[in-house]
């Protein structure tokens, strides 16, 4: 994952910015500024690499109906916990905490943290996020953290937007078993997002051979650990993590439905709806 000068992941900037355009409420505090010309700057290029492939989606428009169904999901699930990892500059935490009976930890690497925490400290109406007691900022990495000693507790929905398309499959397995884990004990629902390659829109023959260049001439990979799994090996991988129920919400096929915002831009983004059964 690329990185400012504050190891503060790059797209997660160009994320904050997004929620900042399409008017998320208290994105307007949340977001950096520093994101907006980032933001600007990725869309222009994001133009270009359209112009070469047509079929590919508006990169803000997919963002914001994932993050808009995730929403969605997240308040038909009706949980007063909420574990948000890889939460970056989300501004959900700040909406959904607005409710004190709802309980909001957002966890990301130490570096996020510490500038989340900044970024809210400089406006009143950050400082007042922060001052919530139902509103907490948890330093860690998903790799690495035992999810049943630090959250086990009342029913919850674990979220994690925008993360998995960075981690191998063996990174995502030790994930999914570790929130599976932990619903299996407490209850609730995890909501991620996850695209994989056989769902991405096919490129052209001059972007076939730009992608050929970059991959084999220039041997540069990209961020993104794409493998070769469709989403019923995903599926496959999430019930052998555990999870008895997983569906599939593709959010071109629920936008309209769903009243999701600019819902008339054709968009593809997978999100998985996963639970795993308590014993009885
Ligand atoms: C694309 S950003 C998404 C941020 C946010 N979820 C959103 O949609 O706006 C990816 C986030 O994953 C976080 N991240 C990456 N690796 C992580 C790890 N191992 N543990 C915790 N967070 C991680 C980054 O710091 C960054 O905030």
Redesign the pocket.
Known sequence: ?D?NRDN??V??L???A??RWAGFECAEFVTPAQSLPLFRWVNRVQSLYRWINPAVYSLPHQ?LH??AAIDKLLADAGLARVL???????ARGSRCSRDPRCQYIE???P??IRSKREQLAASADGRAVLARSNFELRA??????DFLADFVGSPLAV?????MM??SRE?QMQVWRQVAQLLRVCGGVYLFDYIPLPDEPQRSGLGRFLHFLRARVFRWRGDFAYDARDRHEVRCDLHLAGFEVVDIVDTGQVAAAWQLPQAMVPTRTLIYVCKARRPL
């Open positions: 994952m990185r503060v992941a797209s997660a160009y994320t904050a997004t929620w963002l994932r993050h948000e990892l890889a939460a970056g500059f989300s966890f990301d690497l570096d996020m860690g990495d998903v790799l690495h953290v979220l994690s937007e925008g993360l960075y981690f990174q």
